[in-house]
């Protein structure tokens, strides 16, 4: 009988930072979703929403304290993450769930090489493997780098933003994890290199039949990528849907504000639009 529940289940997630001046700072305010095997979803919203804590929640990366995690459920791939131990969350973190960061260059050890930094990913979770440089290579090729066998031996310093960030999707998918989070993975790049690595992890989550969140404030992105889209404002989802639905008729006034935002080509205004917060606080109160 094929199991059809979901990869990834959140109800009610609550986030907050303990702050020695005041109250608790409210992050995430009681959010939940379902993430099918294979599914890919875009989370979309402005720096401080709460895009980021969520995703470093889910595999209990947020320092505990200041910060303080509860939710009816959390669980990814049958595993309960809120009831697992230190130990415990050590083997679903690259194992089951993978990170991709917006900084490649604060992500990698600078004084490892390439391939002690793969290499040392496949050791935890893939011991098995009997000629590890074979599939260090085998990676490297599927991530589009070019001369992978010269790369093995550099450094990240010596290589580019681009090569960094493909040295770390391999390094996120060589444990071949069942759930990537890739968390502004191209803001450090340019805009041709940005296009490439968004081509690149659309690629390889199709060929992977792997289930995707990609964390962003840039809806000219997720088109191609997502297969859904769920909007956040200030810790809570504000609308979720099908991403070719909520890009052509978005329903929220905070979803038709940011994307008044995104620059169009061809558009004749002198100015690029921003968001006036008083205007929307009315029309969402």
Not at 83 to 102: D, H, T
Not at 110 to 136: C, F, K, M, W
Not at 197 to 220: D, P, Q, V, W, Y
Not at 243 to 260: D, G, I, K, R
Request: hydrophobic content about 40%; some cysteine; aromatic content about 4%.
């Amino acid at each position: 009988m094929t199991d059809t529940s979901p990869l990834l289940r959140i109800r009610d997630l609550k986030i907050e930072f303990r702050r020695h001046d005041g109250p608790p700072a409210q992050a995430v305010k009681g959010i939940s979703l379902d993430l099918q095997q294979g599914e890919s979803l875009a989370i979309v919203g402005e720096s401080g929403s709460g895009k980021s804590a969520m995703a470093l929640s889910l595999a209990r990366l947020l320092p505990e304290p200041p910060a303080s995690i509860t939710a009816n459920q959390l669980s990814i791939a049958g595993h309960h993450v809120l009831q697992m131990s230190e130990k415990e969350l050590r083997q679903i973190r690259g194992k089951e769930i993978a990170y991709v960061f917006q900084e490649p260059t604060t992500s990698l050890n600078p004084v490892l090489t390439v391939r002690s930094q793969i290499g040392e990913a496949l050791a935890l979770h893939r011991p098995d493997i009997q000629n590890r440089d074979i599939e260090i290579l085998s990676w490297l090729n599927k991530v589009g780098i070019t001369e992978p066998e010269k790369r093995l031996r550099a450094y990240p310093h010596e290589l580019s933003g681009g090569m960094q960030q493909r040295v770390m999707i391999a390094m996120a998918l060589c444990c071949q994890p069942k759930l990537l989070i890739a968390d502004e993975p191209t803001t450090a790049l340019d805009v041709t290199i940005q296009k490439q690595i968004m081509e690149l992890l659309a690629s390889l989550r199709r060929e992977l039949n792997m289930t995707m969140i990609l964390i962003t404030h840039n809806f000219g992105i997720i088109r191609d990528v997502a297969d859904r889209v769920a909007v956040m404002y200030r810790g809570e989802i504000v609308e979720t849907g099908p991403t070719e639905e909520v890009l052509s008729n978005p329903q929220h006034a905070y979803t038709q504000a940011l994307l008044a935002c995104v620059p169009r080509m061809g558009a004749k205004q002198a100015r690029l639009r921003t968001i006036d917060y008083a205007a929307l606080e009315k029309a969402t109160a």
